[in-house]
Nanobody, 126 residues
């Protein structure tokens, strides 16, 4: 499975961006898709996750209510819609996939994921 992230850029505080993560190779309904981010000088942290059937959705507290994760099964792609962006959202964002359905707690751990895309930079600044 290969993942390709896109959609990052420079945006002003309060603005919006949508990240995409296109998957290629063998995926199935048992997969869990996630987004993590790595702020400058910090460790990679969990942002959001969704099971392939959409029954499990999980968000970090810092983004809940502002970010929305979704997936398009037909396109084998998952998305992260980011609204009301703040300067502290500045980071390199990574998409990830786990080859099994994760429960909420596991979906928030980096070690649960088997595949990672390259990062895409998101900068929130005026």
């Amino acid at each position: 499975v290969q993942l390709q992230a896109s959609g990052g850029g420079l945006v002003q505080p309060g603005g919006s961006l949508r990240l995409s993560c296109a998957g290629s190779g063998r995926t199935s309904s048992g997969y869990t898709m996630g987004w993590f981010r790595q702020p400058p000088g910090n460790e990679r942290e969990f942002v959001a996750a969704i099971s392939w059937d959409g029954a499990m959705i999980s968000y970090a507290g810092s983004v809940k209510g502002r970010f929305t994760i979704s997936r398009d099964k037909a396109k084998n792609t998952h998305y992260l819609q980011m609204d009301r962006l703040k300067p502290e959202d500045t980071a390199v964002y990574y998409c990830a996939a786990a080859s099994r359905r994760l429960i909420t707690s596991s979906s928030q751990m980096r070690g649960s994921y088997d595949y990672w895309g390259q990062g895409t930079q998101v900068t929130v600044s005026s």
